[in-house]
């Protein structure tokens, strides 16, 4: 059974960097995706950045790219969110997910992901 658990969330000011992280238990795994989605308050959970676990390939959301890199650490069943420039639009609560199979025409929906973290709050102020 995988479970996920992020970390890395907290208060900052626009411009600031933050780095998320997401551990999943169990078995190691070396296919699949992992991926980030945030939802803002009384808003839908939306995409921020997927992996694909084997060959690394990194896949972002317009409103983060230049700003976002996910990355993967493999022998740890984790993957990064590495947040720069940090914008108040960017407050939201981020969710970590994993899909047992990579999906390119669902890995940026929320339905293309078996397992979920509790999620972990992100907030920027000006």
């Known amino acids: 059974q995988v479970q996920l658990l992020e970390s890395g969330g907290g208060l900052v000011q626009a411009g600031d960097s933050l780095r998320l992280s997401c551990a999943a238990s169990?078995?190691?795994?070396?296919?699949?995706?992992m991926g980030w989605f945030r939802q803002a308050s009384g808003k839908e959970q939306e995409f921020v950045a997927a992996?694909?676990?084997?060959?690394?390939?990194?896949f972002y959301a317009d409103s983060v790219k230049g700003r976002f890199t996910i990355a993967r650490e493999n022998a740890k069943n984790t993957v990064y969110l590495q947040m720069n420039n940090l914008k108040p639009e960017d407050t939201a609560v981020y969710y970590c997910?994993?899909?047992?199979?990579?999906?390119?025409?669902?890995?940026?929906?929320?339905?293309?992901?078996?397992?979920w973290g509790q999620g972990t709050q992100v907030t920027v102020s000006s």
């Open positions: 997910a994993r899909s047992e199979i990579y999906d390119g025409s669902t890995f940026d929906r929320v339905r293309g992901y078996q397992y």
């Open positions: 169990g078995r190691t795994f070396s296919t699949g995706a």
């Open positions: 992996i694909r676990w084997s060959g690394g390939s990194t």
